[in-house]
């Protein structure tokens, strides 16, 4: 079925470095949704994508969208400790079903 | 503003033994109503879905059960739980398609140890 793949799986970071990661999709999205999800905790909505070559911030946070609608990623410039989590992309194909990517867990060491 | 319920918080049962989580949403009407599980360290995985009252579609085969028997209310059942059922479950809501987003909005989960 439809999936959407997500690197990298985890990452560490020092507290001040640069964070990304990945979302692809082998066919077209409709739109692409980014969570984030602190540890012992829910996800919580970041952002949605809609169109082709998308870029929005959200402080130090940027997300794209790929030209083709296939990709998507989530750029985190110098990071705080306030960052750690793990991060999900969900894209949708159109009805009422979002597939979750598989998360990438950022480490921040202060 | 909108609210999402879920419980219990935790819940420890036996292998065998029978399942019955509730998620209630407020401050909303025709929620599109959704449950996931997410094993330890892992994703989240889609378990069913539902649109409308009566309305529940299935993503995985499992001897789990959904029920939307209100508006706002959806149920996670098991008649017989086995030691892979273990997770944390998660209820979440959307709307159902006038506002423009796809954003789900999750309830605080269910973290579900079955021995």
């Known amino acids: 079925g439809q999936q959407v793949m997500q690197i990298p799986q985890y990452q560490h970071v020092q507290e001040g470095e640069d964070f990304t990661t990945y979302c692809n999709s082998s066919t077209t999205l409709s739109n692409i949704q980014w969570y984030k999800q602190r540890p012992g905790g829910h996800p919580v909505f970041l952002i949605q994508l809609v169109k082709s070559g998308e870029v929005k911030k959200q402080k130090r946070l940027t997300f794209q969208f790929g030209e083709a609608k296939k990709n998507s990623s989530l750029h985190i410039t110098a990071t705080q400790t306030t960052d750690v989590g793990t991060y999900f992309c969900?894209?949708?194909?159109?009805?009422?079903?979002?597939?979750f990517g598989a998360g990438t867990r950022l480490f921040v060491k202060a | 503003s909108q609210t999402i319920h879920q419980w219990p918080a935790t819940l420890v049962q036996p292998v065998g033994s029978p399942l019955s989580l509730e998620c209630t949403v407020e401050g909303t009407s025709n929620p599109n109503l959704y449950w996931y599980r997410q094993a330890a360290g892992r994703g989240l995985q889609l378990l069913f879905y539902?649109?409308?009252?009566?309305?529940i579609s299935s993503e995985v085969p499992q001897n789990l059960s959904a029920s939307r028997p209100q508006d706002r209310q959806f149920i996670l059942s098991s008649k017989k739980l086995l030691l892979s059922d273990s997770g944390f479950y998660l209820c979440?809501?959307?709307?159902?398609?006038?506002?423009?987003?796809?954003?789900?909005?999750f309830g605080p989960g269910t973290r579900l140890t079955v021995l």
């Open positions: 539902s649109v409308g009252i009566g309305q």
């Open positions: 969900a894209a949708h194909t159109g009805g009422f079903k979002t597939i």
């Open positions: 979440a809501w959307s709307d159902a398609g006038t506002s423009g987003s796809d954003e789900q909005f």
